[in-house]
């Protein structure tokens, strides 16, 4: 039979690996999230540098959704809005918006090797949890029916 011990012990690993599960999914979706932000900073930046060479007056086509599109005349090809935070845009050459979105990006990237690293710290952590589980539940079954070990071994 199991004494109290072993069983708060099993216990508690299964509590510490179900916290560890939930840190890693969140993790994960943290890294996605981060994903879909440089990649929205990285068309901005295309976006950028296609503009740079199109004189004023020019037609274009302006993204309104996913597959829809409206005609639009280009102004001022030199200065675009960026936004700053806090729903506030300012106004930019496009040289120094381009700059700001590289940053953006070099920011986003970091910060997402930080998240990976902890992630992969969660996932050994997880792992060796999970196999510390496995050695103290064969342990314990080992002590409750050593019979039970000499039959497998047959």
Same mark, same amino acid.
């Given at each position: 039979?199991?004494?109290? !011990? /072993?069983?708060?012990?099993?216990? *508690? $690993?299964?509590?510490?690996? =179900?916290?560890? *599960?939930?840190?890693?999914? /969140?993790?994960? =979706?943290?890294?996605?999230?981060? @994903?879909? $932000? %440089? +990649?929205?900073?990285?068309?901005?930046?295309?976006?950028?540098?296609? $503009? !740079?060479?199109?004189?004023?007056?020019?037609? $274009?086509? &302006?993204? &309104?959704?996913?597959?829809?599109?409206?005609?639009?005349?280009?102004? @001022?090809?030199?200065? %675009?809005?960026?936004?700053?935070?806090? @729903?506030?845009?300012?106004?930019?050459? #496009?040289? %120094?918006?381009?700059? +700001?979105?590289? *940053?953006?990006?070099? *920011?986003?990237?970091? #910060?997402?090797?930080? #998240?990976?690293?902890?992630?992969?710290?969660?996932?050994?952590?997880?792992? +060796?949890?999970?196999?510390?589980?496995?050695?103290?539940?064969?342990?314990? !079954?080992?002590?409750?029916?050593? +019979?039970?070990? /000499?039959?497998?071994?047959?």
């Amino acid at each position: 039979m199991s004494t109290p !011990s /072993n069983q708060m012990s099993l216990d *508690e $690993i299964l509590r510490q690996i =179900q916290y560890y *599960e939930q840190q890693a999914e /969140n993790l994960e =979706q943290q890294v996605r999230s981060l @994903d879909q $932000i %440089v +990649m929205q900073y990285t068309l901005v930046k295309q976006t950028f540098q296609e $503009i !740079s060479p199109v004189s004023a007056g020019n037609e $274009i086509l &302006i993204p &309104i959704g996913p597959t829809a599109f409206m005609k639009g005349t280009i102004s @001022d090809t030199e200065k %675009v809005l960026v936004g700053v935070g806090a @729903d506030v845009l300012i106004e930019q050459p #496009i040289s %120094v918006a381009l700059e +700001m979105m590289t *940053e953006k990006i070099a *920011e986003f990237n970091e #910060i997402r090797t930080n #998240i990976v690293t902890q992630y992969t710290k969660t996932a050994e952590a997880l792992t +060796m949890l999970k196999r510390s589980f496995e050695l103290q539940q064969q342990q314990q !079954s080992q002590q409750q029916d050593p +019979m039970n070990l /000499n039959r497998l071994a047959d």
